[in-house]
């Protein structure tokens, strides 16, 4: 008798194991979860390129420990307020602007809340009636899914040392 209640309580166990193990799969669509995040990349691309604040209000976690790192030395902005200021400031002065991205790669944690990005950035623009342009900027940042939503809530750009 004691031999079938160990197997029986194994058994149940076993079972147990298993279930959590069930419940610990991906609850998401991970294809479409990468779609998703490329598609606000894609839509910061737009919204620079159109200087459009309101899309990069959506873009961005309205939150005041987001930070972005800059291609200067002493590029560190903290908190939605203060981005929305570089932002806007960046748009009063460029004209314009046209930027094209390659070698994208968006990767999600296994819960699929979180994701992290890399790519290379030509960015084109008029500043005070001269043209500029940098090549191959390397561009990195996390998203995270808030209220279901995609938004950015870190990102830094670099230029190559060889680079203008």
Not at 16 to 33: G, L, M, P, R, Y
Not at 67 to 90: C, H, L, P, Y
Not at 111 to 140: C, D
């Amino acid at each position: 008798m004691k031999k079938i209640i160990v197997i029986l309580v194994m058994a149940v166990v076993a079972s147990s194991c298993c279930n959590v193990e069930n419940e610990k799969k991906e609850t998401f669509d991970a294809k479409a979860e990468l779609e998703n995040v490329a598609l606000v990349l894609d839509k910061y691309v737009i919204a620079n390129e159109k200087q459009d604040i309101d899309l990069i209000k959506e873009i961005w976690a309205n939150n005041p420990h987001i930070v972005v790192f800059g291609t200067s030395g002493d590029d560190k902005f903290e908190g939605w307020a203060e981005i929305n200021e570089v932002m806007q400031r960046q748009f009063n002065s460029f004209e314009e602007t046209y930027i094209s991205v390659r070698d994208q790669v968006v990767e999600l944690n296994q819960t699929g809340n979180t994701a992290w990005f890399s790519e290379i950035v030509s960015y084109n623009y008029i500043f005070q009636g001269e043209p500029k342009q940098y090549e191959g900027l390397r561009f990195t940042g996390v998203l995270e899914k808030i209220d279901g939503e995609w938004m950015i809530v870190q990102s830094h750009m670099s230029v190559p040392e060889d680079s203008n």
